[in-house]
């Protein structure tokens, strides 16, 4: 058990660390991470004015088998066809149960929601298209971001916007 928290705390803090290195060079502040929590997972503070972020780090898959691919649990030559109207499907459920989640949250800050799209497939202009079927609940996060590949450069730099 140790192991898989162990790696569920790395998986968080790579997505808080590349959401630093955008929001940094975007917005020209100063951001860190001041706590690795559980409800958020992360909290950022900008050590410019002193300003904290919660941020519920989660990562979108196709389905099950795509998880254990890209974790390195399953080694299978092939998988089934993907569609990008199942993937807009799962992120439709994943906000809506981030978003139950996160009315229990105690804080005292403004929450974001930061969701790595780890498919290999679909990328942000895959999204963009069916932004229309995209739907974002009512809930406490302020912020809803999408986290995407930038297989050129070969890191995790491209943050959309959904809220």
Do not use: C
Request: hydrophobic share 40%.
């Amino acid at each position: 058990m140790a192991k898989l928290l162990d790696e569920k705390w790395l998986i968080e803090e790579g997505a808080a660390l590349a959401l630093l290195e955008i929001l940094n060079f975007q917005q020209g502040a100063s951001y860190e991470i001041a706590e690795h929590a559980d409800r958020p997972d992360i909290v950022i503070e900008n050590r410019l004015d002193g300003k904290r972020l919660g941020v519920e780090v989660t990562h979108l898959f196709y389905d099950s088998d795509e998880a254990r691919f890209v974790f390195g649990r399953s080694h299978k030559p092939s998988h089934p066809p993907e569609y990008i109207e199942e993937y807009i499907q799962r992120l439709n459920g994943l906000l809506q149960q981030k978003s139950e989640k996160a009315k229990g949250y105690n804080h005292e800050y403004p929450l974001a929601l930061l969701i790595r799209v780890v498919s290999p497939l679909f990328h942000m202009y895959d999204f963009k298209a069916y932004a229309s079927r995209i739907v974002v609940p009512p809930s406490d996060f302020e912020i809803i971001w999408l986290l995407f590949y930038d297989f050129l450069e070969r890191r995790w730099t491209i943050l959309e916007q959904l809220r």
